[in-house]
């Protein structure tokens, strides 16, 4: 559900292996997919899923008779609830609702809607789409990760399976909100930071004056995090510090954030899922977060400008 970049590739590779596959989306690039067929390429290798199943709509589903087992949730994150409202008629009938997306409260909205059914994915690897039918896989840091956020939730093993059988690097992870955390650490530090400067994630990391930024947007996630009782990676800020300089940021150097490509392009961001939802659980823990909110109220500006 949400037949984007990274949907468009879990939903073609688990397709082309065998399995049952239903897309869903809306806009030009879903409607060609469903049209004219999916093409895939880039460091996957160069695949085609011809006349993939799918429709618009949750309507356009349920009257094809296609029932589905575990739905994939790929939508932005601003999505999510509207989402799972259109998803209402089906939950009752599903083993898990997964989610493959960026930032926090969507694992938090999932439960809400359909308890005991909640799928955390940490996705890593980077798609976008070329044009209306076709998707590109640019970069793979690491395995997708899935596990349940409830422990009445069976069965994600079985998904972890036939990711790996149609060649998507995935594995099991118990501790799946530690990783889900991790990652929205490493957006919060670096993707409304560097939008606004307009720039790559490399220069960040060499200035001392974009670095003490960085230091303090890790403080605030840090004492987020031990509010709400969740255990990062990095045990302490100092040792995520020395990670994000020394191993994470090197190798994406000259990445630039998707987010300043949305704000370009007069998109609405993911921001309110990264630092404007640490601002906004800090306030409900009585954490001060002015960096996070700082930056979460600039990004919101661009997007208003654009």
Request: proline share 4%.
């Amino acid at each position: 559900m949400g037949a984007g970049s990274i949907g468009s590739v879990v939903g073609g590779f688990l397709a082309l292996s065998g399995q049952d596959v239903f897309f869903l989306g809306k806009g030009e690039h879903a409607e060609s997919l469903l049209s004219d067929g999916l093409n895939i390429c880039g460091i996957w290798g160069e695949h085609r899923v011809e006349k993939p199943r799918g429709a618009t709509s949750i309507h356009g589903m349920i009257e094809s008779g296609f029932s589905p087992e575990w739905t994939l949730l790929c939508v932005k994150s601003y999505d999510t609830k509207a989402a799972l409202e259109d998803l209402m008629p089906v939950i009752p009938s599903l083993k898990g609702i997964i989610s493959l997306q960026n930032g926090l409260g969507n694992i938090e909205a999932i439960e809400k809607a359909a308890a005991g059914k909640s799928v955390g994915g940490r996705v890593i690897f980077g798609a976008r789409t070329l044009s209306p039918g076709k998707v590109e896989v640019t970069v793979c840091a690491d395995d997708v990760l899935l596990g349940p956020v409830s422990q009445d939730c069976k069965g994600v093993e079985e998904v972890v399976e036939a990711f790996s059988v149609a060649g998507i690097p995935c594995r099991f992870e118990r501790n799946i909100l530690s990783f889900i955390w991790d990652k929205v650490l490493y957006n919060c530090c670096l993707n409304a930071l560097a939008t606004i400067l307009k720039t790559d994630y490399g220069h960040l990391g060499s200035s001392p004056h974009t670095r003490e930024i960085i230091d303090t947007i890790i403080e605030e996630f840090y004492l987020v995090a031990r509010a709400k009782k969740v255990e990062l990676i990095s045990p302490d800020s100092s040792s995520y510090k020395k990670r994000l300089y020394e191993e994470l940021i090197p190798p994406t150097a000259k990445h630039r954030s998707s987010m300043q490509e949305d704000i370009e392009a007069g998109r609405r961001t993911e921001i309110d899922a990264l630092n404007g939802a640490v601002a906004r659980i800090g306030k409900e823990c009585g954490v001060e977060t002015p960096v996070n909110r700082t930056l979460s109220q600039m990004i919101h500006f661009l997007e208003k400008a654009n």
